[in-house]
């Protein structure tokens, strides 16, 4: 079975704060996705990663950056927390290509509160 | 701009009905479309992948369909029961790299 983790299931910070989310998984797929889900707006994807190192903006990257060394693992950060930064963060991943097999699979999420 | 709109937003039903979530989305070429459940609180757990070749996948109660001619898709549950009671979202692939767009999902509640 694929297995995605993320490191936190809740998390509180301040407000200015750096904050780090990290996920992980276990498939060796080449894509990697960040989304921010928030009530009434749905999923919204942040950034993805198709390949270590490699890294490209979605929708709303704005306040956010990510990391990937290790092809198993990509990181968001939040350079400086903000309020509107509360929300429930969600990684997935998938095989590299959007071929027809492809299923994308996501982690248990993290529920970050700045306060 | 792909756009996927979920109908209804909220459903509640007694135990043992047959119901349909749908899914629709404006641009017809995906490769594929998937339906995810999501309990409060949690991560989304995959129910089923159906390729556009494909018009049908069946997972135990789950049976999912696909018309990319109209751009729509159903999720059937069978014989439903108060442990179906989740979001259930539906997604298409945008952009390429298997980006997903998803739509707002339907709240399904069922009663005993």
């Known amino acids: 079975d694929v297995k995605v983790t993320q490191s936190s299931r809740y998390l509180v910070k301040r407000t200015g704060e750096k904050v780090f989310l990290e996920c992980v998984q276990d498939?060796?797929?080449?894509?990697m996705f960040w989304y921010r889900q928030d009530p009434g707006l749905g999923l919204r994807l942040i950034y993805f990663?198709?390949?270590?190192?490699?890294?490209e903006k979605g929708d709303i990257p704005e306040g956010y950056s990510v990391s990937r060394e290790k092809k198993e693992r990509f990181s968001l950060i939040l350079e400086s927390a903000s309020t509107n930064q509360t929300s429930m963060y969600l990684c997935?991943?998938?095989?590299?290509?959007?071929?027809?097999?492809?299923?994308?699979?996501f982690g248990p999420g993290t529920r970050l509160t700045v306060t | 701009k792909q756009e996927v709109t979920q109908i209804p937003a909220a459903l509640s039903v007694p135990e043992g009905e047959n119901l349909v979530l749908n899914c629709s989305f404006t641009d017809s070429a995906i490769y594929n479309l998937q339906w995810f459940r999501q309990d409060p609180g949690k991560g989304l757990t995959s129910l089923l992948l159906i390729q556009s070749s494909q018009r049908e996948q069946t997972s135990g109660r789950l049976n999912a369909s696909l018309d990319k001619s109209s751009g729509r898709s159903t999720l059937y549950i069978a014989a439903s029961q108060p442990g179906d009671s989740a979001t259930y979202l539906c997604?298409?692939?945008?952009?390429?790299?298997?980006?997903?767009?998803f739509g707002a999902g339907t709240r399904l509640a069922v009663h005993p």
């Open positions: 990663s198709y390949d270590v190192k490699m890294k």
């Open positions: 498939m060796d797929h080449e894509n």
């Open positions: 997935a991943s998938s095989l590299e290509l959007a071929g027809e097999d492809y299923e994308q699979y």
């Open positions: 997604a298409v692939p945008s952009g390429g790299y298997n980006k997903l767009i």
